[in-house]
């Protein structure tokens, strides 16, 4: 395992969690207490984005220190899914869960006014951001109808999109690596199951790795995908030279 680990655990309500850290050193430690399952680790793991379950029955989005506890609200958590900082720590992705669904970015340190960056089509497969800023990768619909789920990039500098995915069959959630320079996606069939792709984005090449999880992120270093397997985390080796 490489970097710090983030993991939700059951937190004996139905359909509510705890978020459980476990950094570099091997000691674990609980971060939210209760939470509705969406969250991500900051860029620089100091801070955890979460949509929390309150007892109130508001779901507030809310940012927390790692060190401190400390929590900033930051948005409503009732209308948000698939959160995603974004390279510089400063704002978080999150698509709509209303329709018509769309994709915006919040403040990180406030609850502050919300920037839609795109819209219709979306799906709730996921928001990937390139490590290396200046864009994402994003689930979007065929404007033509069916289910027939593309990659489409967006260009934050100049809001251009472009498939990187073209909408054949169903392609969900994205993941860049370290560099920008690969592209992960889970390819589903009908029954929402399938293998992992890795797309070279320079060269145009790909590769199919036979694993059937979600729960998938890049390695630190970009030399491994880490992802979970009934209950156990693996990693599988990633070396575009040997064709994996």
Do not use: C
């Amino acid at each position: 395992l490489e970097g710090t680990l983030v993991y939700t655990a059951p937190a004996g309500k139905a359909a509510v969690y705890e978020l459980v850290l476990l950094p570099r050193d091997g000691t674990s430690r609980r971060v939210a207490a209760d939470m509705e399952g969406f969250f991500d680790l900051s860029p620089g793991e100091d801070r955890v984005v979460v949509v929390g379950a309150d007892p109130t029955s508001e779901r507030p989005m809310a940012v927390i220190e790692v060190a401190t506890g400390l929590e900033t609200r930051i948005g409503d958590g009732a209308d948000a899914s698939s959160l995603s900082w974004d390279s510089q720590g400063e704002r978080v992705y999150h698509l709509t869960e209303k329709a018509p669904r769309a994709l915006r970015s919040v403040p990180s340190d406030r609850n502050g006014d919300a920037i839609e960056v795109l819209g219709s089509q979306l799906v709730s497969f996921g928001v990937a951001v390139d490590p290396q800023g200046g864009r994402l990768a994003i689930p979007r619909m065929d404007a033509g109808g069916g289910l027939r789920i593309g990659i489409m990039e967006i260009d934050l500098a100049t809001d251009s999109t472009r498939w990187l995915v073209e909408p054949e069959g169903i392609n969900a959630r994205p993941a860049f690596s370290p560099d920008g320079r690969l592209l992960s996606y889970r390819r589903l069939g009908q029954d929402f199951r399938g293998p992992l792709q890795i797309l070279d984005l320079v060269d145009g090449r790909s590769w199919t790795l036979p694993m059937d999880s979600d729960s998938y992120r890049w390695s630190a270093s970009g030399e491994a995908i880490e992802y979970v397997e009934g209950e156990s985390l693996m990693a599988r080796p990633v070396d575009i030279r040997a064709g994996f």
